[in-house]
């Protein structure tokens, strides 16, 4: 059973700035983390490769520095990893981010399941995953919450849906996204931080991953950004204070008028 | 054949045309009546009457290509696949627009892939640009914190999923007219690798929180799962549905599913309620762009209060069992 799990360095955005003139991040002293939502990827895949034995592989593209997300996996228990990196890739939007890792991964070779997490918190797409599965022509599975079995050549899954949980019997080489459900990620080990210390982790550029030039970066992508701003969140609401008896049933009574007012109620 | 139409991507469930199917049509008919081009809807079912199907064009479709199969009765991606590739390659639509459901969220990227066009995630604004009559596809980004407008000029069709509950669903005019197509579904487009097998309702109450009107949060400052009472009892009262924060989700006081924000479900009700919940941006992200927003929360310098329409700055202790009790007091008015 071998995985594959693509992983994505996204700013720690807990508390970021937004520059007010330009609508941009300040990414200045932001720190880099893996992608909150690929941990549960991470951890699955730990847990499969524990029970069915095999290889969990991750792979990340993006700047040389993505570099620390694959050691961080491999920290947890993946057994190496790969960086797609090269300034070809710049801009991709998630058709070529798709194509790019989906290219990379029919260069491992064998494998038997990709996980992917939900969405990246930064792009928030969550399409990644459905897209890499689309280019390898593999089956699909989106939003699954546990993997029930899996048993000669045959995985059953849930998947959280609108509503409830629905079933799935799915044929492999199959690609999971997960949600936070499926585990709880494991805090990387001592064994395992000293591992990926001394590990190399390969890096892959265009060439040796055997990418077409023009279908990634800007100039593959098919998408454009073409302008960005930030919303105002700020709503000025009326705000009332519940000090004693009498202020707070002046506030709850305000607060139903103006539920009232509203049609709410 | 030029590209041309506006189709949206109606969904189904248990037989019964879903909401966003009519929310998709409220967007739809403004993009085509600026392009001065039709509106189709468009639906893979397992099987539906022509009656279920007027529905669409009384929300104003002027076409409804519908493929019906028993192969398509239940959502698997790769068979679904296939049909909308199969309709895109023969109708060429100019913009093809899913709501951003498991279903469109899974389906669409498939799809995009292979017709080679690009796709915009969960969009909250569409419009078309003057002099290209490209769309413009407008979504919030990096846990909402900036409003990103994208669009796709060279390729065709230009896709979209559109944030569910974001527009209101197109009314009924009995007079509209349209045309419903029949497309028969293609042995060969079945893919059988992935089959649906079963399926379970969430127990917990108040599941979907996405499609209620009133969502009812708690947070951090519910203190312990017990007082999680408070908050279903208040939802109850409006109507609504329990939402939380990651906080009170982590702590194990409720499921998964009710989690609103950045790593959970993003919301948008009529009426969005914060009980105990500080406002942190990925929370934010989640449900800021619900109409009316209430907070109440005991710090005066909470986040919350800035998205709030209306703030009570208390106790939650003292604030909701006198809310309760007052609300009760309206009700038996
Ligand atoms: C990558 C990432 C993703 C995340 N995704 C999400 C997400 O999807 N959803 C989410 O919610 N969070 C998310 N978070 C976490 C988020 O940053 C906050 O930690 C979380 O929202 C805080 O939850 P809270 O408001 O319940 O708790 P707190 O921030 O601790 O707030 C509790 C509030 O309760 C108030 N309070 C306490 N006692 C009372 C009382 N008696 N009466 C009234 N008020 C009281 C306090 O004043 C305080 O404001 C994410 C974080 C990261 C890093
Ligand atoms: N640059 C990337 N490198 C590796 N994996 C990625 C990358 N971008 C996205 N992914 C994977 O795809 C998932 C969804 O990302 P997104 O579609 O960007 O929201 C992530 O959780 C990752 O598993």
């Not at chain 2, 037989?15 to 929310?23: I, T």
């Not at chain 2, 698997?76 to 390659?89: A, C, P, Q, R």
């Not at chain 2, 497309?183 to 089959?195: G, T």
Request: overall charge negative.
């Amino acid at each position: 059973m071998n995985i594959i799990i693509p992983v994505k360095q996204v700013p720690e955005t807990s508390n970021v700035k937004m520059d007010e003139k330009t609508g941009t991040m300040i990414r200045d002293g932001v720190e880099s983390i893996i992608n909150p939502l690929d941990l549960y990827a991470i951890e699955t895949g730990i847990q499969l490769k524990e029970k069915f034995g095999g290889l969990v592989t991750v792979i990340s593209m993006g700047p040389p520095a993505a570099e620390r997300a694959v050691k961080e996996a491999m920290a947890m228990g993946c057994d190496g990893g790969i960086v797609l990196t090269g300034k070809e890739f710049a801009g991709s939007d998630t058709w070529a981010t798709s194509y790019a890792l989906s290219e990379a991964i029919r260069k491992i070779g064998t494998w038997d399941l990709i996980l992917c997490g939900e969405r990246a918190t930064d792009g928030d797409t969550g399409q990644v995953g459905p897209g890499i599965a689309s280019f390898l022509d593999i089956s699909l599975a989106t939003y699954v919450s546990s993997v029930e079995d899996i048993d000669n050549g045959l995985m059953v899954v849930e998947r959280l849906v609108e509503g409830g949980y629905e079933k799935l019997q799915m044929e492999l080489p199959a690609l999971l996204t997960v949600v936070k459900e499926i585990s709880y990620p494991r805090l990387p080990t001592l064994r395992g931080k000293q591992k990926a210390r001394v590990t190399e982790v390969p890096r892959w550029s265009v060439d040796s991953a055997g990418i077409d030039k023009n279908r990634i970066g800007l100039n593959g992508s098919p998408t454009r950004v073409v302008k960005i701003e930030t919303p105002k969140v700020a709503r000025g609401g009326k705000i009332f204070a519940a000090k004693d008896e009498e202020s707070l049933g002046r506030a709850v009574d305000e607060l139903v008028d103006f539920l009232v007012m509203k049609e709410l109620i | 054949m030029p590209h041309r139409e506006v189709w949206t991507l109606a969904e189904a469930g248990e037989g019964k045309l879903r909401q966003v199917s009519f929310e998709l049509l409220s967007r739809g008919r403004k993009l085509a009546d600026k392009l001065e081009t039709q509106l189709c809807s468009v639906l893979l079912t397992g099987s539906m009457s022509d009656e279920d199907l007027e529905q669409l064009i009384k929300r104003g479709a002027d076409k409804v290509y519908v493929v019906e199969s028993p192969a398509l009765e239940n959502f698997t991606v790769e068979t679904h696949s296939n049909v909308l590739l199969d309709l895109i390659k023969q109708y060429k639509p100019e913009i093809f627009i899913a709501a951003a459901t498991t279903t469109g969220r899974t389906l669409m990227p498939h799809v995009s892939i292979r017709a080679n066009t690009g796709l915009t995630a969960d969009c909250t604004g569409l419009e078309i640009e003057d002099g290209t009559g490209n769309l413009l596809q407008t979504r919030p980004a990096i846990g909402g914190n900036i409003l990103a407008t994208i669009k796709t000029p060279e390729h065709r069709p230009q896709m979209a999923t559109v944030r569910p509950r974001s527009t209101r669903p197109a009314p009924i005019d009995e007079n509209n007219a349209g045309r419903i197509i029949r497309v028969e579904f293609k042995n060969n487009l079945e893919d059988k690798r992935v089959r649906r097998i079963g399926f379970r309702k969430n127990e917990d109450q108040g599941i979907d929180i996405q499609s209620a009107d009133v969502v009812v949060s708690g947070g951090k400052g519910l203190k312990k799962k017990e007082n999680f009472a408070l908050i279903r009892d208040l939802a109850d009262r409006l109507e609504g549905v329990v939402g939380a924060s990651r906080d009170a989700v982590d702590r194990g006081w409720i499921s998964y599913p009710h989690q609103v924000g950045l790593s959970g479900k993003t919301v948008t009700p009529k009426l969005y309620f914060a009980v105990g919940i500080s406002g942190a941006i990925q929370h934010l992200a989640g449900m800021k762009t619900a109409d009316t927003i209430v907070a109440i929360n005991s710090d005066p310098e909470a986040q919350i209060f800035k998205v709030a329409d209306f703030g009570i700055v208390g106790d939650l202790f003292e604030v909701l069992p006198s809310l309760n009790e007052k609300l009760e007091e309206v009700r038996s008015r």
